[in-house]
């Protein structure tokens, strides 16, 4: 072989091996792209899920909290009932004590 032949060998290898480069740069950019595509992808998916989840624990507390404070006006409204009960059984005894009370007042 002539040195023209080597040299111009030389050059053709390296040609290929630039190329070969460039085409592993091209792969490696083309799976970066792919990967953070999947990537936001995921994100996007795991946001949506934990929107999801949040906006479902938000209605099930709503509803325990409303369930509470039904039971909690319900025990309210029977406390005050039993008060009204207990006062009205003691509207007599009060009457009678205040007019006992009254005469021994005018009679002393």
């Not at 039904?70 to 009204?84: F, N, P």
Request: aromatic residues 2%; proline residues 0%; without cysteine.
């Amino acid at each position: 072989m002539s040195r023209a032949e080597i040299l111009s060998e030389i050059k053709k290898a390296e040609e290929e091996a630039n190329k070969s480069i460039m085409q592993a740069n091209e792969a490696k950019t083309k799976k970066i792209s792919e990967s953070r595509a999947k990537s936001r992808e995921i994100i996007k998916k795991a946001e949506d899920e934990a929107a999801q989840n949040s906006t479902s624990e938000i209605g099930k507390s709503r509803e325990k909290a409303k369930i509470e404070r039904e039971k909690i006006v319900e025990k309210g409204k029977k406390d005050a009932q039993a008060i009204k009960d207990k006062a009205r059984k003691n509207v007599t005894k009060a009457n009678k004590f205040i007019l006992t009370e009254f005469e021994r007042a005018v009679n002393a």
